[in-house]
């Protein structure tokens, strides 16, 4: 007896043995099977379709991809959003100082918004405005990107930027008549074959009506446009028209075409939406990130520093005197800063007055002075600093350690549910970094000072900026009022603040460091950020954004319109008239006059002030 209960033990292990050896890979069949485009796009139940069209309609319409296509973007953005600055946003308006774009936090409320019509915050949700409600928020807080949804140029540039009028710009007519044609004729192919594969008394045109399609789909994976067809294209497309009148004309459920052709639209569309917004990625990354010609010199000008060790001269009566002008610049970029300080002394009465103190930080600094020093500006001084070499005593190591060039904040305006080009448009606002509130401390010697951003070309004489009557005010700038603070009101809070105090711009600045440190503005924003984190926890990023657009309140003087022409970065509207006359043109927006992406009718008043005979240009191959 014993023996026998170990003999149907042994045999029941067997038996269960052999069930799982036969299950398992039963089961994987089955699920790799059920994955396949074939059973839930088009009724193919064989074989799988060999093209790469079908396995990208299969990973739109497998529940894996309906959220996996945009995953890989998002987890892309996870890993790159550390090194891009921050996406800030609200409800009818979308603001970014830089990066103006963010996948990673888009999809929760998607379904809202369609309904809507307007874009909705996580954490509220607001009914839509009945008149203009601007309002920013940053992505330093965790929070949902804003997603304005909605069709046409206007909707897309609320959503996407300056990106959507560079894609207009720069889009080509493509000959693809017939290529679009195949697309209809697959896609009303698609939505009769399921129901023609069911009917048994058409077996052999259901084969051939499936050959038929991937066939097409073969051929539409590899063209593109009209001269990528192969020569037999006419004979297909002729022989694929036969095959869909004859299904037109055979007895099927009507009903499940037009469901099915349903379901092709509509994926088709969530198809075309990831790319508008892989495509959009791509761009912002394009202008976030540094040319490799750019690169190379800053690499090669860096070596070259250490190759030589250049010696400074005496430059200390220059840089010390409160009678000169000085200019100072926060900049990581070698010729942006270049341009900047030429153009500048190229129109100066007397470039000898004139002191550019160029703050940067210790990745750039070696390059900055290596140019610097091999590049002669008439008779002007220019010095280089290391912010991480200044002495910062009574301020924050941790605040003021690394450098923050001005950052730029991107607002859309939507008036309602109306779409006109005067009632909707997205401006960009140039603002300070908190490294401009150490300044005071840097140049405790001067009096006055002008700050210039590294994205603006001078063409008039600035030194009449110093004999600005300023009324009392410490720092005078480029107001700009179609942006009030009360507009901001859902990003600012509940502050102490005046509604109607326009905000401005930080292109061109000038600051009374004598009335800074009367007011203690330092003390000020610092306080302000302070107040901000004691709320709202610890993303010091949000807080020094909000800080800065209020430390100014009653302290600004504004600069006469004719000083600053703004947008040349963003908007391809501005008229040379206005160009000429204005006496800064400032690149403020995403497409900068050295990039690629610049907006080619703007470069060429940033070019002409570029040093192109630097042997280092040319081999780097630097052309912006």
Not at 487 to 509: F, H, I, P, Q, V
């Amino acid at each position: 007896m014993p023996g026998k209960r170990r003999w149907s033990w042994l045999v029941i292990a067997v038996l269960g043995l052999v069930l799982l050896s036969m299950l398992v890979p039963l089961a994987f069949l089955l699920g790799l099977h059920g994955g396949f485009h074939s059973v839930t796009h088009t009724g193919y139940a064989t074989e799988q379709r060999s093209s790469a069209s079908s396995r990208k309609d299969a990973a739109l319409d497998s529940p894996l991809t309906k959220e996996g296509l945009s995953t890989r973007v998002d987890g892309l953005l996870k890993n790159l959003g550390p090194t891009l600055p921050k996406v800030l946003y609200s409800v009818g308006v979308s603001a970014s100082f830089g990066f103006n774009m963010d996948f990673r936090r888009n999809s929760v409320k998607e379904a809202e918004n369609r309904t809507t019509g307007f874009a909705v915050p996580t954490q509220e949700v607001k009914p839509p405005p009945k008149r203009h409600d601007v309002g920013v928020s940053s992505s330093a807080e965790v929070t949902k990107t804003i997603e304005s949804i909605g069709e046409g140029q206007k909707m897309c540039e609320l959503k996407f930027g300056s990106y959507c009028l560079w894609r207009q710009e720069h889009r080509e007519k493509m000959k693809d008549f017939i290529v679009k044609k195949m697309k209809d004729q697959l896609y009303v192919a698609r939505a009769y074959y399921p129901s023609i594969a069911k009917l048994p008394a058409l077996d052999q045109f259901s084969h051939e009506m499936k050959q038929n399609i991937q066939e097409f789909e073969r051929i539409l994976s590899e063209s593109s446009s009209d001269t990528d067809l192969p020569p037999e294209v006419e004979k297909k497309l002729q022989k694929m028209e036969t095959t869909i009148t004859k299904a037109k004309s055979a007895t099927v459920d009507c009903n499940n075409v037009d469901k099915k052709l349903r379901q092709l639209v509509d994926l088709t569309e969530d198809e075309a939406n990831f790319h508008m917004r892989q495509s959009a990625f791509l761009y912002q990354l394009a202008v976030q990130t540094t040319p490799k010609s750019l690169h190379c010199l800053s690499m090669r000008l860096t070596v070259e520093y250490f190759k030589t060790s250049p010696v400074d001269a005496d430059q200390s009566e220059s840089l010390l005197n409160p009678e000169l002008l000085h200019y100072v610049i926060f900049s990581k970029n070698v010729l942006a800063s270049s341009v900047v300080i030429n153009s500048t002394v190229m129109h100066a009465r007397a470039s000898r007055n004139q002191v550019f103190h160029v703050l940067t930080d210790k990745q750039s600094f070696f390059s900055m002075k290596m140019w610097f020093f091999t590049n002669t500006y008439k008779d002007a001084t220019v010095q280089v600093l290391n912010i991480e070499d200044l002495d910062l005593e009574g301020h924050d190591r941790t605040t003021f350690s690394s450098l923050s060039v001005p950052q730029e904040l991107r607002v859309s305006f939507l008036n309602g549910d109306k779409l006109s080009s005067t009632e909707s448009r997205t401006e960009y606002i140039s603002v300070f970094s908190h490294l401009h509130y150490a300044l005071p401390k840097i140049f405790s010697t001067l009096k006055k000072i002008v700050v210039l951003d590294d994205d603006i070309v001078v063409q008039r004489d600035l030194s009449d900026l110093w004999s600005l009557d300023m009324d009392g005010k410490v720092i005078g700038a480029l107001q700009f009022c179609t942006v009030k603070l009360g507009a901001l009101r859902s990003y600012l809070g509940k502050e102490n603040y005046d509604a109607n105090s326009c905000t401005w711009m930080s292109g061109l600045t000038i600051i009374d460091l004598v009335r800074w440190k009367e007011q203690d503005v330092t003390r000020t924003y610092e306080s302000l950020v302070l107040q901000r984190l004691s709320k709202e926890g610890k993303e010091t990023e949000a807080a020094r954004l909000r800080a800065t657009l209020l430390t100014f309140q009653g302290l600004l003087v504004a600069l006469d319109d004719g000083w600053v022409v703004s947008g040349l970065g963003h908007n391809y509207g501005i008229s040379n008239e206005v160009i000429k006359k204005a006496a800064v043109l400032h690149f403020n927006g995403n497409m900068k006059p050295w990039l690629e992406l610049g907006i080619p009718s703007y470069k060429a008043h940033w070019r002409k002030f570029l040093n192109r005979e630097h042997r280092f240009l040319s081999d780097c191959n630097v052309n912006p």
